[in-house]
């Protein structure tokens, strides 16, 4: 999450051990008081530590998702000293502690302003049943005033088996303004891999950016409903009161695909307390851009103190958010109306969960939340003798258990809807089926990602994946009009060492390879907030060796 207007701060009383309150069912997997990230020798490490190209305090992870054995953890690039922004933990190897993060998928894969290769500030990231990951790059640098948009918008997808990168799509002129930022994004996938969307929230370009993997192709929706409730914008985090007035649609979730074939989206502004739905059969169609204003629907709000950022919806219709005001991760079941009598709490801590940024469920049913103390860093002083970031995981089933969301369907309800009493129902649709959103069975065959695998989350006849990797097209791997840097770790395997190459200037004249000067060009954009920390980005000049 990253605010976008100037906060202004009225009592800055950041003493987070004054009601302290433990987490029950959460349980801590990782703790950090600073990031550390795995560099290839420590004399690499040393020349990015002494040149600023490397400061352990600046660091703030802000999104987390699993797959497998990787935790992938993202870390914008708001200050200097960030080394990689696409991050992951290797839970094989290090089951729980404070790990130093690797880069994804690889050191060359980060490099700021590398705009054909490489990853300028990653915010939300997203695994998919195909076994891809997709991370959405901002192409910026800095916040505030210091923000340089070193790149277009790009959305990266790669294969989780191989780590090739399978398509990188830059969003369109017509699908951003001055004052986009985006941040995060949803997943929709319907009978294949092929038939997936991505829906990506404008939250101060105030938008709604579609994209069809089938297509390759994007389409923006403008509707009031991504405006920010001018009552809503007053915080209290941490002991700290700030304003974040202007913040729009910001969290989304999808429900299971229902009767219908489609999804529902749910989201809301940030600076709101109400929640917002579409179905996905609207925004799937691109010629509804201009004519789908009643096709959108309001709901009430969620009571008083229930700002949130990020929400994430179960395949039996459960969805968890953040409750940034509360230190808290609470619940609501699409089954039930949209009121605050109908949310719960699955776990709050006055210290622990301070600003939970991201939550995710895996397909596991395990649910993952970091929390990294945002407002604090932002706005005051983070104390780094003291453990400033967590990831915390838990039961699915757990964390609701108790709540007003722990709902199970009538085993009743559900033979009814598939023929009757007498027809036997498989237990996995027992378990998985919500009769009150219609929801279809689901399973997924196979379970990873490849040419052949068939991914069919419905009854219907599977569809073959057969999407290969992409050649350029005028939307991928574009850097006209853009400053790269090609500076990039280069890993010979067989040696073990690191050699060196040419670099390249550039399309303005700039030298973005110098390791005197080196800073960062471009222009300034709006898009990344109210907050203003440090010069211009210096190049990453510890990066002298190429492939």
């Known amino acids: 999450m990253q605010p976008g207007t100037m906060l202004v701060v009225v009592v800055v009383v950041a003493c987070l051990a004054a009601g302290v309150s433990g987490t029950q069912k959460l349980q801590e997997r990782y703790s950090w008081q600073q990031l550390d990230f795995v560099f290839p020798n420590q004399r690499l490490k040393q020349q990015a530590l002494a040149r600023g190209d490397y400061v352990p305090t600046n660091g703030l992870p802000v999104g987390i998702e ?9 870390v914008p690039r708001w200050k200097d000293g960030i080394p990689s922004t696409l991050n992951y933990i290797d839970m094989n190897q290090t089951p729980s502690g404070s790990p130093a993060l690797i880069p994804y998928p690889d050191w060359s894969s980060n490099v700021a302003g590398d705009c054909a290769n490489g990853l300028s500030t990653v915010y939300r990231i997203k695994a998919d049943k195909c076994g891809r990951l997709w991370a959405l790059d901002t192409g910026t640098v800095g916040i505030g005033n210091t923000t340089q948009q070193l790149c277009p918008y ?125 179905s996905t059969r609207i925004l799937r169609d691109e010629s509804k851009v201009e004519e789908s204003f009643h096709d959108f629907q309001y709901l009430k709000e969620r009571g008083p103190n229930s700002h949130t950022t990020s929400r994430v919806m179960s395949e039996t219709g459960l969805q968890l958010f953040n409750l940034i005001d509360q230190n808290a991760v609470g619940c ?11 949310h719960g709490v699955v776990d709050r801590d006055d210290v622990e969960l301070v600003f939970p940024a991201d939550v995710k469920i895996d397909d596991e049913e395990q649910v993952w939340v970091i929390s990294d103390r945002m407002p604090v860093f932002l706005i005051a002083d983070l104390d780094y003798s003291d453990v400033n970031f967590r990831i915390f995981s838990a039961p699915l089933a757990t964390l609701v258990a108790g709540t007003v969301c722990d709902v199970q369907p009538p085993f009743g309800a559900i033979q009814a809807k598939f023929g009757g009493a007498d027809v036997p129902v498989p237990t996995d649709l027992a378990t998985t ?58 890993y010979n395997k067989y040696h073990g060492e690191y050699h060196g190459g040419s670099y390249h200037h550039g399309p303005h004249g700039h030298d973005h390879g110098s390791e005197h000067d080196g800073a960062y060009n471009g222009g300034h954009h709006r898009g990344s907030g109210g907050y203003w920390h440090g010069p211009p980005k210096k190049q990453d000049s510890w990066k002298q060796y190429f492939y």
């Open 154 to 278: 790009a959305l990266n997808i790669w294969d989780l088996k191989t780590n090739r990168r399978l398509r990188r799509y830059e969003l369109r002129p017509e699908d951003t303004n001055p004052n986009t930022f985006i941040a995060n994004i949803a997943l929709d996938m319907g009978r294949s891999c092929d038939d997936t969307f991505a829906y990506m929230s404008d939250e101060l370009g105030y938008g709604l950016i579609v994209y069809s993997f089938e297509q390759n192709k994007s389409w923006r929706f403008a509707h009031s409903f991504f405006f920010p409730d001018p009552l809503r914008g007053d915080f209290n985090v941490a002991g700290l009161n700030f304003q974040w007035g202007e913040e729009g649609i910001f969290g989304m979730s999808l429900t299971p695909l229902q009767a219908d074939g489609y999804r529902t989206l749910y989201f809301s502004p940030l600076a709101s307390h109400r929640e917002f739905t579409v």
């Open 433 to 490: 089926y919500n009769t009150d959103t219609t929801l279809l069975p689901t399973t997924y065959p196979g379970g990873s990602f490849t040419p052949s695998l068939a991914y069919a989350p419905t009854v219907a006849p599977q569809v073959k994946f057969t999407q290969g990797y992409d050649t350029p097209t005028s939307h991928m791997f574009s850097t006209q009009s853009y400053p790269t840097t090609a500076k990039a770790y280069g």
């Open 66 to 74: 699993r797959w497998e054995n990787k935790l992938f953890v993202s």
């Open 332 to 342: 609501w079941h699409s089954s039930l109306p949209y009121s605050p009598e109908y």
